[in-house]
């Protein structure tokens, strides 16, 4: 798990696998320290995750009470109709294509960034 800091001040956390994610999520194992690991305003899936794949890690937080309210997006290499009807079903928020340019990228990372961090209401869990 990395752990940054960005230029808006936002606390970002990287996990490496669903099932991870589902430890971050819970605030167990080496993820207890919530000043450490604070709860997500947001998370970001890739659909391709290692271990328990975007669509099974969904379940997690979209079937638990607590979790529930906070807003989930997928991004992906994927195409296909059936991915986005697989997300959107247990209650994904967006399923965005991951761009193919580093130019697309750091255009999308901005826009993205943007949208979910200054215009966006986040729920405060």
Partial sequence: MKTVQNSTQHH???VENGEELFHYLKC?????????????????????IPEKNGCETLKDPKTDHVLKSIPVIIL??????????????PGVNNFIIKPV?????????????????????????
Avoid: C
Wanted: aromatic content about 16%; charged content about 20%; glycine content about 4%.
């Fill in 76 to 89: 992906t290499t994927s195409m296909k109709e059936k991915d986005v009807i697989k997300t959107y079903e």
């Fill in 12 to 14: 970002i956390s990287f």
């Fill in 28 to 48: 167990s194992g080496h993820y207890a320290d919530e000043t450490l690991h604070p709860f997500p305003q947001i998370i970001l899936l890739d659909l391709n």
């Fill in 101 to 125: 340019t580093y130019s697309g990228l750091v255009e999308f990372t901005r826009a993205w960034g943007k949208y979910w961090f200054e215009i966006a209401e986040l729920p405060n869990v």
